[in-house]
T-cell receptor
Framework: EAQVTQNPRYLITVTGKKLTVTCSQN?????MSWYRQDPGLGLRQIYY???????DKGDVPEGYKVSRKEKRNFPLILESPSPNQTSLYFC??????????????FGPGTRLTVL | AQSVTQLGSHVSVSEGALVLLRCNYS??????LFWYVQYPNQGLQLLLK??????LVKGINGFEAEFKKSETSFHLTKPSAHMSDAAEYFC????????????FGSGTRLQVQP
């Protein structure tokens, strides 16, 4: 089954304790992206990757890092989490064909609480 | 920069009634427009997308949306609401083909009353 998986689905942590949220897709997609969802704000892009070893900032990259060492994986790293990073996080992937209308497929989300 | 406005954070309809969820966009170039649905505790699922091929777009689960350039709108409709339609709906626009980021509206939660 074609899917985007995220782990963990739920995480409660404390300020300053480094954490990683994993994202994996089995559709051989070149493009991957991380979003955060906050009430009343919709989803905002954190980072994206056009292909292996190619990453760039989205709209709200502060406090986050990413890496893309393999095509299928795109982990989100919070080196020193703070309470304002409490949010619902989504990973997404899509092809990067000639058309820019490729559908982005979303993972199930990771709900992060930073105390 | 593009933006999306969804009018009404909560919409309540009776089962069998028309569903109308409003979306207006702002873009200086022709946009690509999307509607996603989010069921409780799940990720986002694509309902339909506008890619300039046709102004009336049909999606899954009986939903459709019409792109109206003069009104900069892309409202989502369904003739007859079903209880299973209760969810949060997001309108999104993409014009930056490089970054491919979707700009989302703030969402509309649809309630369906029996």
């Amino acid at each position: 089954e074609a899917q985007v998986t995220q782990n963990p689905r739920y995480l409660i942590t404390v300020t300053g304790k480094k954490l990683t949220v994993t994202c994996s897709q089995n559709m051989n997609h070149e493009y991957m992206s991380w979003y955060r969802q906050d009430p009343g704000l919709g989803l905002r892009q954190i980072y994206y990757s056009m292909n292996v070893e190619v990453t760039d900032k989205g709209d709200v990259p502060e406090g986050y890092k990413v890496s893309r060492k393999e095509k299928r994986n795109f982990p989100l790293i919070l080196e020193s989490p703070s309470p304002n990073q409490t949010s619902l996080y989504f990973c997404a992937s899509s092809n990067t064909g000639i058309t820019s209308t490729d559908t982005q497929y979303f993972g199930p989300g990771t709900r992060l609480t930073v105390l | 920069a593009q933006s999306v406005t969804q009018l009404g954070s909560h919409v309540s309809v009776s089962e069998g009634a028309l569903v109308l969820l409003r979306c207006n966009y702002s873009s200086s170039v022709p946009p690509y427009l999307f509607w996603y649905v989010q069921y409780p505790n799940q990720g986002l699922q694509l309902l339909l997308k506008y890619t300039s091929a046709a102004t009336l777009v049909k999606g899954i689960n009986g939903f459709e949306a019409e792109f109206k350039k003069s009104e900069t709108s892309f409202h989502l409709t369904k003739p007859s609401a079903h209880m299973s339609d209760a969810a949060e709906y997001f309108c999104a626009v993409r014009v930056d083909t490089g970054r491919r980021a979707l700009t989302f509206g703030s969402g509309t939660r649809l309630q369906v009353q029996p």
